[in-house]
């Protein structure tokens, strides 16, 4: 009888509007065969704001579930027994306290601690490259994962503190030695964080090491995102032995769970990103020594909107199918022998390498944070790659070749697409100050002062964290806390001042910067706006890259603002147009508020364009409130994007004349 191999954690990605919702979604999930849970936080939560915080504003239960203390905790996991579920957490800036909060809910439960099994997304370094949650600087946020990490290792062995993220690196155009070199590099960072702590020698080191995991992105072309695997496998080991003289092949064993690549889902003929996904899975699967130990598909309809229930049903579905269905788990690596692959697969790793040692000559991933240089690169790259589609040099079917295409069924029709209703930012808000209200205020006090103690003192974090859900704090609460502590943080966008001259297509649109530059009296300006908490500036970056290769000019000034800030931004730099970004769903709540600023201030004659995650019920609200024009990712020739917005304020200009 053919001995099968234990298949992989099956997970979906989930979590919206409410703990209670987002609970009842859990436990659907893991009757219809899911084994284990991937939780995702809206980013108030995400980013240390309770839900009634000025910018949490329209963001309440977008993007994921809004927690803000021990209640919301305890209702999310209300039935699962925490103590048997595998919970994997994206949550990096605040990941001591959600994982503090996690624990006080299993301590209610009676749960061992010794006995808790998952994983908190805790690579703060992508955060400053490519999701933007990040909270704090760079070296009291790494002194923060550096307790995590050391608490877990102590009390929750089973637990991954650790969770190195290259999947959001390919998101943000990382090529594929990009990936590998930048995800090891924030290995690196933080394995050295903790040696040099000095709390963690010898053995412990070991056990430290052993925990660390990894969480990565698998793209379309899959015999290359296949061998970039088995190159991770290659060159961890070498790390662990050579950098930090681990032998033990269970501690070295590279461990790493996936979600494949959302990037590459399109608008256009949507139906086609169930093959994507497939294909993107089987390079994560098909080689036995480079397998995930934990797999979570995005759904079909990601490019549009909230996945329905059904919609992440079948990406479960075909994780099961794979599993189930095909003798894939009856073999050893088929790879094995192949010198095509071998070949490949040292070509990366010798890149991969190259770029490891250009990091570490700067200092270390941090330096290449501070400098710039990490982020450059991937603007860069991911500039490149959109290039390519434009071309037509990289092909994506339904978007660049083979446009014409017979209607969707799959689109159409009431609820074809979740939506989060406008109601549950008040409901989360009644609730969250009834708990407020309900609370001992002197214990709360008491552990806010503790923690601040331990924060100054540099005391591990963890233990004052929990006794602070225990008592019943809020994730704004504790987030203020150390933002008084350490500070705030703003990082470089990556986006150069100087125009390239070698952008293909862009000389028509050139000359009309110019003439309107010209009837304007002055050259064009363009600002280019993020409100909100939405850390994905991949999209405003590439938008404020472009204006300025078009010769406008153009004022970016990062991720999360107020849409107070931008429409004082826009009237004190005497912009022309203002560009919105806007890609966590809360756009209704956010574009109106510009608006509605704006005509206050005198400028309602600026026009605001406004690019994200739009249906198009939503771009024809958008439009009523004043919007010039609406772009979604279908929208993707950004030469065509800048034509129309010279366009519309050459328009402005004559109207004005």
């Known amino acids: 009888m053919v001995v099968r191999d234990k298949p992989w954690l099956f997970r979906t990605y989930a979590g919206h509007s409410t703990a209670s919702e987002s609970n009842k979604l859990y436990r659907s999930n893991l009757a219809k065969g899911q084994t284990g849970l991937s939780v995702a936080f809206d980013l108030p939560t995400q980013t240390g704001y309770d839900s009634d915080h000025p910018l949490a504003r329209g963001e309440v239960g977008k993007v994921g579930v809004p927690i803000s203390h021990l209640g919301d905790m305890r209702t999310l996991f209300e039935g699962i027994p925490l103590a048997n579920m595998n919970t994997s957490m994206t949550i990096n800036a605040c990941a001591a306290w959600l994982l503090s909060l996690y624990i006080a809910a299993a301590d209610e439960q009676g749960a061992d601690r ?13 955060e400053y490259l490519s999701r933007g949650t990040y909270v704090f600087p760079p070296a009291p946020s790494m002194r923060l994962t550096k307790d995590t990490i050391i608490f877990t290792t102590q009390h929750l062995p089973k637990w991954n503190p650790m969770n190195v993220c290259s999947y959001h690196l390919q998101e943000a155009g990382a090529t594929p030695v990009q990936e590998l070199a930048f995800a090891l590099a924030n290995a690196i960072a933080i394995l050295d964080t903790v040696k040099k702590s000095g709390e963690a020698e010898g053995p412990v080191f070991g056990e430290v090491v052993g925990r660390i995991s990894f969480f990565v992105n698998a793209g379309m072309r899959f015999i290359t995102e296949m061998c970039k695997m088995r190159a991770f496998v290659d060159l961890w080991d070498e790390i662990c032995v050579n950098r930090y003289g681990i032998t033990d092949a269970k501690q070295k064993l590279f461990r790493y769970g996936v979600q494949v690549n959302s990037l590459g889902l399109t608008e256009q003929q949507p139906e086609n990103n169930v093959y994507r996904i497939l294909l993107e899975m089987l390079a994560v699967t098909l080689s036995k020594k480079a397998r995930a130990r934990a797999v979570q598909l995005p759904a079909w309809n990601e490019a549009l909107g909230l996945p329905r229930s059904f919609d992440q049903q079948w990406s479960l579905r075909l994780q099961q199918v794979v ?3 095909t003798d894939l788990l009856e073999y050893g690596d088929i790879f094995d022998g192949s010198t095509e692959i071998a070949r490949k697969v040292e070509e990366l790793k ?3 390498r190259a770029e490891l040692a250009r990091i570490d000559a700067m200092g270390g991933a941090v330096a290449a944070i501070e400098n710039s240089y990490m982020k450059q ?4 790259s991911n500039t490149r790659r959109l290039e390519a589609i434009e071309r037509g040099d990289q092909v994506v079917v339904g978007v660049n070749r083979w446009t014409e295409s017979e209607p969707s069924p799959l689109t159409t029709g009431e609820g074809a697409i979740l939506t989060v209703p406008e109601g549950v930012e008040a409901e989360q808000i009644a609730r969250l ?14 552990a806010l002062a503790d923690l601040k103690s331990a924060a100054q003192d540099g005391r591990n974090i963890m233990d004052p964290s929990i006794a602070c859900a225990k008592a019943g704090v809020t994730t704004g609460e504790w987030g203020t806390c150390l933002r008084e502590v350490f500070g705030e943080y703003r990082a470089p966008t990556g986006v150069g001042r100087a125009a390239r001259v070698d952008t293909q297509g862009l000389d028509e649109v050139r000359k009309s910067v110019d003439a309107v530059s010209e009837k304007l009296g002055r050259r064009l300006k363009f600002l280019v706006g993020k409100p909100g908490l939405d850390g994905h500036s991949n999209g405003a970056e590439q938008i404020a890259v472009r204006a300025r290769d078009c010769g406008m000019e153009v004022v970016y000034e990062g991720i999360r603002l107020t849409p107070a800030e931008i429409v004082n931004a826009a009237l004190e730099e005497s912009v022309h147009v203002v560009g919105l970004s806007i890609l966590s769903g809360s756009h209704v709540p956010l574009v109106r508020d510009v608006m509605e600023r704006m005509r206050a201030e005198g400028l309602g004659d600026i026009p605001v364009v406004v690019g994200g995650i739009i ?5 024809i609200q958008l439009k009523g409130f004043g919007v010039a024009a609406v772009y979604t990712p279908k929208n993707f020739e950004l030469n065509r994007i800048m034509a129309d917005i010279v366009s519309i304020v050459d328009g402005e200009t004559q109207k004005a004349a």
Request: aromatic share 4%.
């Open 323 to 325: 599993a189930y269905e």
């Open 114 to 126: 010794t006995k808790l099994q998952g994983t908190t997304q805790n690579d703060i370094i992508k």
């Open 350 to 352: 010798e890149e991969a």
């Open 615 to 619: 249906p198009p019920e939503d771009e």
């Open 433 to 446: 100050q009834a708990w407020r209200e309900a609370r001992d205020s002197k214990a709360v006090a008491a």
């Open 377 to 380: 690169a991937l603007v860069e």
